[in-house]
């Protein structure tokens, strides 16, 4: 059983930045691929970046694409998410998902508890 657990959310203005990191509580190297879902109020969740278990491949959801950056570290199990040049429509709960390939759908196998991230105008 994989455990994740996401940090690094919080409010920022528009404009701003913040990284949120994703720790996993077994060791994820070439095993899980992982990605970063959102959901904001009233809306589904949608997927925002994905990244290969060895890290040479990433996704990303054309919102995002040029603001956001996905990486890994997989010495640490953790998996990062850079969002630079935040906009209020980027407030959303934020989850970290593994799974055993990349995905842009909401089919990962696992799944964290989630991470606030407000964006002010």
């Known amino acids: 059983q994989v455990q994740l657990v996401e940090s690094g959310g919080g409010r920022v203005q528009a404009g701003g930045s913040l990284r949120l990191s994703c720790a996993a509580s077994?060791?994820?190297?070439?095993?899980?691929?992982m990605g970063w879902f959102r959901q904001a109020p009233g809306k589904e969740r949608e997927f925002v970046a994905g990244?290969?278990?060895?890290?040479?491949?990433?996704y990303y959801a054309d919102s995002v694409k040029g603001r956001f950056t996905i990486s890994r570290d997989n010495a640490k199990n953790t998996v990062y998410l850079q969002m630079n040049s935040l906009k209020p429509e980027d407030t959303a709960v934020y989850y970290c998902?593994?799974?055993?390939?990349?995905?842009?759908?909401?089919?990962?196998?696992?799944w964290g508890q989630g991470t606030q991230v407000t964006v002010s105008s």
């Open positions: 998902a593994g799974n055993y390939y990349l995905s842009m759908r909401n089919e990962y196998e696992y």
């Open positions: 077994i060791r994820t190297t070439s095993t899980y691929a």
């Open positions: 990244i290969t278990s060895s890290g040479r491949t990433t």
